[in-house]
Structures are given as C-alpha cells and as structure tokens.
Nanobody, 111 residues
Framework: VQLVESGGGLVQPGGSLRLSCAAS????????MSWYRQAPGKERELVAAIISDGSITNYVDSVKGRFTISRDNAKNMVYLQMNSLKPEDTAVYYCYSGGTWGQGTQVTVSS
C-alpha cells in the first residue's frame, strides 16, 4: 500500500494550489480518502474527507468554501483543490487511507 502526494509549494496569500495523491497497492475505489495537515508545533488535523464513490465530502470549518476534495477512481487519484489560501494554511499536507499515510507535501502561504 502506497500513497504519494505532490503539488505542494510556495504561494502568495489569496493564491491557489492543487494537491494530488496517487494510491497503489489496494482497491482504491473501495476506500474513503482523507487529507490531513500538520503545521509546526501543532497537532495533525483532518482537513477534508471523501467517501469511496465520491458522493459525500466533509471539511474542517476553517477550509469550507475554499478547499475542494475530489477523486478519480479510474486513476486511483485523490485531489485537494485549495483556493483563497491564507498564511494559516501553511503546513505539511498528508494523504491518508485505511491506516496508511503518504510522505507529505509542504504548502507554504507567504508573501
């Protein structure tokens, strides 16, 4: 089982990024997927989640209306579209499913 994130980087406040997570080694379409983040000195928190068929999503209040989680079961991919980014969104973002974590991708929001 492997999850590999990509798409992080440095962006100015108000900007956008799209994170991707490539999954392998399990039947992707059977599992819910989540994005977590961990800022320096803070606990890891759940940012967004999506059920196996993509019909239901959930978000932490601080990102509602700005972030969108989606998945492509044909490609074994899950995405996190992040718009209107704020400095407080700066963190390492992790893909998660069924006890497996990706390695994380750094998102830095700064002018």
């Amino acid at each position: 089982v492997q999850l590999v994130e990509s798409g992080g980087g440095l962006v100015q406040p108000g900007g956008s990024l799209r994170l991707s997570c490539a999954a392998s080694g399990f039947t992707f379409s059977h599992y819910a997927m989540s994005w977590y983040r961990q800022a320096p000195g803070k606990e890891r928190e759940l940012v967004a989640a999506i059920i196996s068929d993509g019909s239901i999503t959930n978000y932490v209040d601080s990102v509602k209306g700005r972030f969108t989680i989606s998945r492509d079961n044909a490609k074994n991919m899950v995405y996190l579209q992040m718009n209107s980014l704020k400095p407080e969104d700066t963190a390492v973002y992790y893909c998660y499913s069924g006890g497996t974590w990706g390695q994380g991708t750094q998102v830095t929001v700064s002018s």
